[in-house]
Protein backbone atom coordinates (compact mmCIF):
# COMPACT_ATOMS: atom_id res chain seq x y z
CA UNK A 1 0.00 0.00 0.00
CA UNK A 2 1.48 3.56 -0.59
CA UNK A 3 0.36 6.42 1.74
CA UNK A 4 1.06 9.90 1.10
CA UNK A 5 1.65 11.98 4.60
CA UNK A 6 0.76 15.93 3.93
CA UNK A 7 -0.09 18.83 5.68
CA UNK A 8 -0.12 22.78 6.27
CA UNK A 9 -1.86 22.95 3.05
CA UNK A 10 -2.89 26.30 3.76
CA UNK A 11 -4.92 27.52 1.20
CA UNK A 12 -2.81 26.97 -2.02
CA UNK A 13 -4.02 25.18 -4.42
CA UNK A 14 -1.15 25.26 -7.47
CA UNK A 15 1.18 23.51 -4.92
CA UNK A 16 -1.41 20.93 -3.64
CA UNK A 17 -2.23 19.94 -6.96
CA UNK A 18 1.47 19.26 -8.02
CA UNK A 19 1.89 16.93 -5.11
CA UNK A 20 -1.50 15.29 -5.69
CA UNK A 21 -0.15 15.14 -9.54
CA UNK A 22 2.86 13.16 -7.89
CA UNK A 23 0.69 10.68 -5.77
CA UNK A 24 -0.86 9.62 -8.59
CA UNK A 25 2.43 9.02 -10.19
CA UNK A 26 3.47 6.72 -7.26
CA UNK A 27 0.10 4.98 -7.00
CA UNK A 28 -0.98 6.29 -3.67
CA UNK A 29 -3.99 4.66 -2.24
CA UNK A 30 -4.24 7.21 0.66
CA UNK A 31 -3.67 10.21 2.10
CA UNK A 32 -2.85 11.21 5.69
CA UNK A 33 -3.47 14.70 5.95
CA UNK A 34 -2.37 16.76 9.57
CA UNK A 35 -4.08 19.65 9.39
CA UNK A 36 -3.76 23.22 8.51
CA UNK A 37 -5.84 23.36 4.86
CA UNK A 38 -7.15 26.85 5.59
CA UNK A 39 -5.52 29.81 6.40
CA UNK A 40 -2.45 32.20 4.86
CA UNK A 41 -3.42 31.69 1.49
CA UNK A 42 -6.96 32.17 -0.83
CA UNK A 43 -7.88 28.91 -2.46
CA UNK A 44 -9.48 27.00 -0.03
CA UNK A 45 -12.26 25.47 -2.33
CA UNK A 46 -9.92 24.45 -5.23
CA UNK A 47 -8.20 22.35 -2.24
CA UNK A 48 -11.54 20.70 -1.10
CA UNK A 49 -12.34 20.49 -4.72
CA UNK A 50 -8.64 18.79 -5.74
CA UNK A 51 -9.06 16.45 -2.20
CA UNK A 52 -12.42 15.47 -2.75
CA UNK A 53 -11.79 12.32 -4.76
CA UNK A 54 -9.25 10.66 -2.98
CA UNK A 55 -9.60 7.99 0.08
CA UNK A 56 -7.97 9.74 3.20
CA UNK A 57 -7.83 10.32 6.94
CA UNK A 58 -7.69 14.43 7.82
CA UNK A 59 -7.52 15.96 11.22
CA UNK A 60 -7.57 19.55 11.89
CA UNK A 61 -5.18 22.14 12.84
CA UNK A 62 -4.46 25.77 14.63
CA UNK A 63 -5.81 27.09 11.60
CA UNK A 64 -8.86 25.02 11.53
CA UNK A 65 -8.99 26.87 14.78
CA UNK A 66 -8.52 30.25 14.36
CA UNK A 67 -11.03 29.72 11.24
CA UNK A 68 -14.24 28.39 13.73
CA UNK A 69 -13.50 31.48 16.38
CA UNK A 70 -13.08 34.15 12.79
CA UNK A 71 -16.70 32.66 12.17
CA UNK A 72 -18.24 33.77 15.53
CA UNK A 73 -16.41 36.70 16.95
CA UNK A 74 -15.54 39.58 14.68
CA UNK A 75 -12.71 40.82 16.82
CA UNK A 76 -10.86 37.82 16.53
CA UNK A 77 -11.26 37.65 12.38
CA UNK A 78 -9.61 41.13 12.90
CA UNK A 79 -6.50 39.66 14.92
CA UNK A 80 -6.33 37.14 12.60
CA UNK A 81 -6.45 38.93 9.38
CA UNK A 82 -4.07 41.49 10.53
CA UNK A 83 -1.10 38.71 11.47
CA UNK A 84 -2.12 35.98 9.16
CA UNK A 85 -3.95 37.76 5.91
CA UNK A 86 -7.24 37.34 4.17
CA UNK A 87 -7.38 33.99 3.67
CA UNK A 88 -10.10 33.34 6.63
CA UNK A 89 -12.08 35.53 5.21
CA UNK A 90 -12.18 34.12 1.69
CA UNK A 91 -13.00 30.73 3.08
CA UNK A 92 -16.11 32.39 5.36
CA UNK A 93 -17.17 34.17 2.02
CA UNK A 94 -16.63 30.87 -0.12
CA UNK A 95 -17.57 28.18 1.27
CA UNK A 96 -20.97 26.70 2.54
CA UNK A 97 -21.88 26.06 5.78
CA UNK A 98 -21.66 22.56 5.52
CA UNK A 99 -17.85 22.62 4.32
CA UNK A 100 -17.63 25.15 7.31
CA UNK A 101 -18.71 22.71 9.65
CA UNK A 102 -16.47 19.96 8.18
CA UNK A 103 -13.01 21.66 8.54
CA UNK A 104 -13.96 23.12 12.01
CA UNK A 105 -15.22 20.30 13.35
CA UNK A 106 -12.36 17.91 12.08
CA UNK A 107 -10.78 16.08 14.79
CA UNK A 108 -7.23 17.45 16.37
CA UNK A 109 -5.87 14.05 16.85
CA UNK A 110 -6.37 10.68 15.61
CA UNK A 111 -5.18 7.26 15.64
CA UNK A 112 -5.74 4.72 12.35
CA UNK A 113 -4.14 1.46 11.51
CA UNK A 114 -3.52 1.05 7.58
CA UNK A 115 -2.00 -2.06 6.34
CA UNK A 116 -1.37 -3.25 9.56
CA UNK A 117 0.75 -0.33 10.42
CA UNK A 118 -0.62 2.09 13.43
CA UNK A 119 -0.16 5.99 13.38
CA UNK A 120 -1.11 8.49 15.24
CA UNK A 121 -1.98 11.60 13.12
CA UNK A 122 -1.23 15.16 15.16
CA UNK A 123 -0.94 18.62 14.16
CA UNK A 124 1.87 19.52 16.32
CA UNK A 125 2.91 17.86 19.30
CA UNK A 126 0.65 14.66 20.70
CA UNK A 127 0.22 16.31 24.13
CA UNK A 128 -0.16 20.31 22.40
CA UNK A 129 -1.05 20.65 18.70
CA UNK A 130 0.10 24.33 18.53
CA UNK A 131 3.73 23.64 19.78
CA UNK A 132 6.45 23.26 17.51
CA UNK A 133 8.79 20.05 16.96
CA UNK A 134 11.19 21.08 15.06
CA UNK A 135 14.15 19.04 13.31
CA UNK A 136 16.31 20.79 15.76
CA UNK A 137 14.69 19.32 19.11
CA UNK A 138 16.54 17.80 21.39
CA UNK A 139 16.62 14.27 22.58
CA UNK A 140 14.15 15.13 25.29
CA UNK A 141 11.63 16.93 23.32
CA UNK A 142 11.86 14.21 20.58
CA UNK A 143 11.30 11.81 23.62
CA UNK A 144 8.33 13.36 24.75
CA UNK A 145 6.42 12.78 21.15
CA UNK A 146 6.63 8.76 21.25
CA UNK A 147 4.32 6.71 21.33
CA UNK A 148 5.02 3.28 21.51
CA UNK A 149 4.30 0.95 18.52
CA UNK A 150 2.94 3.60 16.47
CA UNK A 151 4.15 6.07 13.35
CA UNK A 152 3.94 9.27 14.96
CA UNK A 153 2.87 12.00 12.05
CA UNK A 154 3.32 15.83 12.75
CA UNK A 155 2.91 18.88 11.02
CA UNK A 156 2.87 22.17 12.31
CA UNK A 157 6.72 23.52 11.55
CA UNK A 158 6.39 23.92 7.85
CA UNK A 159 9.94 21.66 7.97
CA UNK A 160 10.08 18.11 7.26
CA UNK A 161 11.78 15.41 9.63
CA UNK A 162 12.08 11.96 10.44
CA UNK A 163 13.50 10.80 13.62
CA UNK A 164 13.66 6.70 14.67
CA UNK A 165 13.24 6.70 17.74
CA UNK A 166 13.77 3.45 20.25
CA UNK A 167 9.85 3.07 20.07
CA UNK A 168 8.69 4.70 17.31
CA UNK A 169 9.52 6.58 14.07
CA UNK A 170 8.32 10.41 14.51
CA UNK A 171 7.36 12.13 11.15
CA UNK A 172 6.90 15.49 9.65
CA UNK A 173 6.17 15.19 6.03
CA UNK A 174 6.94 19.78 5.79
CA UNK A 175 4.14 22.22 4.02
CA UNK A 176 2.43 21.48 1.00
CA UNK A 177 1.83 25.34 1.30
CA UNK A 178 4.02 27.47 2.82
CA UNK A 179 7.28 25.80 3.09
CA UNK A 180 9.88 27.55 5.46
CA UNK A 181 13.24 25.73 4.21
CA UNK A 182 12.60 25.72 -0.18
CA UNK A 183 10.19 27.96 -1.72
CA UNK A 184 8.77 26.71 -4.99
CA UNK A 185 7.63 22.91 -3.51
CA UNK A 186 5.34 21.30 -2.07
CA UNK A 187 7.18 19.63 0.80
CA UNK A 188 5.38 15.52 1.51
CA UNK A 189 6.55 12.43 2.17
CA UNK A 190 5.77 8.99 0.40
CA UNK A 191 5.25 5.62 2.41
CA UNK A 192 5.13 1.93 0.89
CA UNK A 193 4.09 -0.27 3.52
CA UNK A 194 4.96 -3.32 1.84
CA UNK A 195 8.82 -1.84 1.68
CA UNK A 196 8.50 -0.21 5.09
CA UNK A 197 10.30 2.72 2.97
CA UNK A 198 9.67 6.62 3.82
CA UNK A 199 10.27 8.82 0.68
CA UNK A 200 10.74 12.37 1.28
CA UNK A 201 9.00 14.25 -1.79
CA UNK A 202 9.33 17.55 -3.16
CA UNK A 203 6.83 18.45 -6.18
CA UNK A 204 7.73 21.22 -8.18
CA UNK A 205 5.21 24.19 -8.74
CA UNK A 206 5.30 27.53 -10.05
CA UNK A 207 4.10 30.25 -7.00
CA UNK A 208 4.21 33.37 -9.60
CA UNK A 209 0.79 33.60 -9.56
CA UNK A 210 0.74 33.35 -6.27
CA UNK A 211 3.32 35.61 -5.22
CA UNK A 212 1.49 38.38 -6.87
CA UNK A 213 -2.26 37.45 -5.39
CA UNK A 214 -0.21 37.97 -1.79
CA UNK A 215 1.09 40.97 -3.10
CA UNK A 216 -2.34 42.26 -3.86
CA UNK A 217 -4.79 40.65 -1.04
CA UNK A 218 -2.31 41.70 1.78
CA UNK A 219 0.02 44.00 0.70
CA UNK A 220 1.08 45.08 4.12
CA UNK A 221 2.57 40.95 5.04
CA UNK A 222 4.98 40.62 2.79
CA UNK A 223 6.06 37.67 4.46
CA UNK A 224 3.32 36.07 2.76
CA UNK A 225 5.03 35.93 -0.59
CA UNK A 226 8.55 36.25 0.10
CA UNK A 227 8.30 32.78 1.82
CA UNK A 228 7.35 31.18 -1.54
CA UNK A 229 10.61 31.72 -3.24
CA UNK A 230 12.65 31.29 0.35
CA UNK A 231 16.34 29.82 -0.82
CA UNK A 232 15.85 29.54 -4.21
CA UNK A 233 18.73 30.42 -6.79
Not at 127 to 146: F, I, K, Q, W
Request: charged share 25%; hydrophobic share 40%; glycine share 8%.
Amino acid sequence: MKIAILSDIHGNSAALQAALADARKADVDHLLILGDLVGYYYDIRGVLDLLADWPQTVIGGNHEDLLARACTDEKAATTYRAKYGSALDIARETLSSQELDWLTGLPSRQSIILDGISFELCHGAPDDRDRYVYPTATDGELANCEIAGRMVLMGHTHYPMVSVRPNCTLVNPGSIGQARDLGGFAAWMLLDTETGTLSPRRSAYDPAALISEARRRDPDLAYLSEILSRNRV
